[in-house]
């Protein structure tokens, strides 16, 4: 064997996920985990028999159609129609893939040429690193700052030069829970508009705000040929292991990412995406429901970290809630700081920091999962209070 390094070049930096870690620590200490976003508690029963349904009846157990399964593309269309009145033609704007993580990736694979530059907002999202450089992308972090992480938009102007080709946007916002308003995403669009961007939109957590609402930024003026719009089943109805994501977007733009992406996965999920087509379908109740039900649930949260000593940045979106460790650990960095918290607490919990370029940005930042039974909030809190 040469001296070369096995893993090219434009991975270094990249090789095992906090998660692999931090979940191996609360297996190894019996920890509560706060630290993966993933339910303790499947989506609907009737989802899920759907899904059973879908299997014995011989629905999608061979290769389904490579755009996504009928039933699924016009599921998908009527829920962008229903809840923002979009309008996409199932047969050539919209694309079914192997969950948003794909969809991501395959649109880095397919818009951008080596050297391009991608502007994302940091704390990122942990696979848009891995995507943007697989891409031969550069990526140009756009730093959310504490108390409120609103993004600054002079400072995004500022960042955009002529070897931008995309924004990679994520609201809801993971891992701050900042949620894009309206002028927001006005002011974003326009400089699209006027620097002649393409946008992906990472929009995973869109039944998960509590403060605000969702704006698809492709609804906006001037954004419908220049944004690839990506969503997911497993959050909203909380079968995270099912892989379904979908892209909506012009016929040019979906079938762009449609080129890259029948190379990497060509279909996934079969039939589960038959269950996600009823899922998606289900009525307005389900999605208040799973809202309120999340609502309650981040209020539990932030009480007890706010009673442990934490500084609780409460989240407008997402399962997530940002805490700030430096009244509560002044000497110590949020990595240091989550690598104890299992020993000292049997409570498991991610750093931000190792979701920035610049990791000082979130040095006293730790990212805590509320997507979990009440009673196990409840538990964390109490061992978190002892500290
Ligand atoms: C969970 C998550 C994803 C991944 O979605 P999948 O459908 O499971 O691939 C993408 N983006 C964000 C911000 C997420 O939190």
């Given amino acids: 064997m040469s001296g070369r390094p096995l893993l090219n070049r434009r991975l270094d930096g990249l090789g095992t996920t906090i998660f692999a870690e931090m979940s191996a620590l609360a297996v190894a200490t019996g920890a509560i985990n706060l ?43 009527d829920h962008q129609r229903r809840f923002y009145g979009l309008d996409f033609d199932p047969d050539t704007e919209v694309l079914v893939t192997a969950g948003a993580t794909e969809a991501i990736a395959a649109a880095m694979l397919a818009l951008l040429e080596p050297g391009d ?82 946008v992906v939109t990472d929009e995973v957590y869109e039944h998960l705000v509590f403060d605000g609402e969702h704006i698809p930024l492709i609804s906006l003026p001037g954004m419908s040929d220049r944004t690839v719009s990506i969503s997911s089943a497993g959050k909203t109805f909380s079968f995270t292991g099912w892989k379904v994501g979908w892209v909506t977007g012009s016929a040019e733009l979906v079938a762009a990412v449609r080129t890259t992406k029948q190379f990497l996965t060509y279909v996934a999920s079969g039939p589960f995406q038959y269950a996600v087509a ?34 609780v940045h409460a ?48 040095r006293t930042q730790v990212r805590f999962a509320f997507c979990k039974r009440k009673t196990v909030l409840a538990e964390a809190s109490e061992r978190l209070r002892r500290l």
């Fill in 35 to 77: 630290g993966q976003g993933f339910p303790d508690t499947d989506g609907p029963e009737a989802i899920r028999e759907a899904a059973v349904r879908a299997l014995r009846d011989g629905r999608g157990n061979q290769y389904p159609p490579g755009m996504g399964v009928p039933e699924l593309r016009t599921a998908i269309v």
């Fill in 117 to 198: 530059e991608v502007i994302a907002f940091e704390p990122f999202y942990d696979s848009y690193a891995a995507s943007i450089a697989m891409a031969g992308g550069v990526r140009v972090p756009l730093t959310l700052r504490a108390p409120d992480f609103r993004p600054d938009l002079d400072a995004l102007r500022a960042a955009v030069t002529p070897r931008t080709r995309l924004l990679l946007l994520n609201s809801p916002h993971n891992p701050t829970g900042m949620v894009l308003t309206r002028d927001e995403l006005t002011a974003i669009a326009e400089l699209a508009v006027e620097r002649d961007l393409l």
């Fill in 278 to 311: 009823e899922a998606l379908a289900l009525p307005g109740a389900y999605y208040d429901d799973f809202r309120e039900d999340l609502r309650e649930k981040r209020d539990l949260l932030a009480a007890g970290l706010r009673d442990a000593g934490f500084q």
């Fill in 315 to 362: 989240p407008q979106g997402t399962y997530f809630i940002t805490t700030d460790i430096a009244a509560l650990a002044p000497d110590l960095d949020a990595l240091t700081f989550c690598r104890a918290l299992p020993h000292q607490a049997g409570v498991v919990a991610v750093p931000n920091s190792v979701f920035h370029d610049h990791p000082s940005a979130g």
